[in-house]
């Protein structure tokens, strides 16, 4: 079953799956983590977690499949430089998450 928009026009489901699966990644690995060292139990941690990814994966539906425009080209230039940007910044964020964990 295809992913269709507000208009009925189905839509490239593989950027929605890569953010909602880097969402989980990141949200369930360090979640539970950060939530037991801010003195929480494992279970809220990962109630907590599951929350926020559930938030996480309806803010990306909203954005990538309901309001996508299919119709409306990127240039491939464009898209590669917003690749090209995202693989550091992704980089630096896992690094920045697992800091505290290994200093406390």
């Known amino acids: 079953m295809p992913l269709r928009n507000r208009h009925g026009v189905p839509v490239d489901p593989v950027p929605f799956v890569v953010v909602v ?3 989980f ?3 369930l690995s360090f979640g539970p983590l950060y939530g037991q060292a801010l003195g929480l139990s494992l ?3 990962i109630a907590a977690s599951v929350a926020l990814f559930l ?3 309806t803010v990306a539906f ?3 499949v309901w309001n ?3 119709e409306a080209l990127v240039p491939a230039a464009l898209r590669a ?3 090209f940007y995202l693989i550091p910044i992704l980089t630096a964020l896992i690094v920045a998450l697992a800091v505290p964990l290994l200093v406390g």
Request: aromatic share 0%; net charge negative.
């Open 21 to 23: 699966g880097l969402a």
């Open 81 to 83: 430089e917003r690749l």
């Open 55 to 57: 938030v996480a994966l």
């Open 25 to 27: 990644m990141i949200l």
């Open 62 to 64: 909203h954005r990538q």
């Open 43 to 45: 279970e809220a941690g």
């Open 68 to 70: 996508a425009d299919p």
